[in-house]
């Protein structure tokens, strides 16, 4: 399971830099043979002034979270683990159009078991990061949001079953100007 909340979410740490460096290599860093020598690892990270002295430090953290293979001859093979990670950083990484509102709401509703109370917990803080509002205890809403993430989420959790989006618009009758307010749609 990918370790959205653990491993490499301290903010600008150097493994999570050299993440994302490797996230530059775009799907050629997906495919399943590609590789980093240790020497091209160090001169990518000579390249990024905020990796100066950490390199070392990076590389170790990643092999010891599972996200890098050590391989034969200094060669550093991206695991499935790290492969997720770098798919999830490449669509996190697509912005979220906020220009003018489509006055449709985007809204997740979810009825997950308490055997995964975990993947539940990790969904809720993960919608409310992101911008979304919680109407109920399961109803989340945000006039905004990444499908593409959400749906990955939503996989990557195996919560599939359990989670459902919807988007809507409220009816002329309703009064949707609190949710206005709180996103500034006023």
């Not at 860093?29 to 002034?49: M, Q, S």
């Not at 070392?56 to 979270?65: E, F, I, K, Q």
């Not at 770098?86 to 308490?114: N, S, T």
């Not at 499908?147 to 809507?168: A, H, P, S, T, W």
Request: hydrophobic content about 40%.
């Amino acid at each position: 399971m990918l370790a959205m909340g653990k491993a490499l979410d301290y903010s600008k740490s150097a493994a999570k830099i050299l993440l994302d460096v490797l996230c530059d290599f775009g799907d050629l860093a997906l495919e399943a043979d590609f590789f980093l020598t240790k020497k091209g690892i160090y001169r990518l990270a000579h390249d990024n002034p905020e990796m100066h002295g950490q390199c070392y430090a990076a590389l170790r953290s990643l092999v010891r979270g599972g996200y890098l293979k050590c391989g034969k001859n200094d060669r550093f093979l991206i695991s499935p683990k790290g492969r997720r990670q770098m798919k999830f950083l490449k669509i996190r990484a697509q912005k979220v159009d906020r220009g003018k509102w489509d006055r449709k709401w985007r809204i997740v509703i979810f009825d997950i078991p308490e055997k995964m109370r975990r993947e539940r917990a990790a969904l809720r803080s993960f919608l409310k990061r992101n911008g979304f509002v919680k109407l109920q205890n399961s109803v989340f809403v945000a006039p905004f949001a990444n499908m593409d993430v959400l749906d990955f989420i939503r996989k990557e959790y195996k919560i599939e079953k359990y989670v459902n989006f919807i988007i809507g618009q409220t009816d002329r009758r309703e009064n949707d100007s609190l949710l206005r307010k709180k996103f500034g749609l006023v």
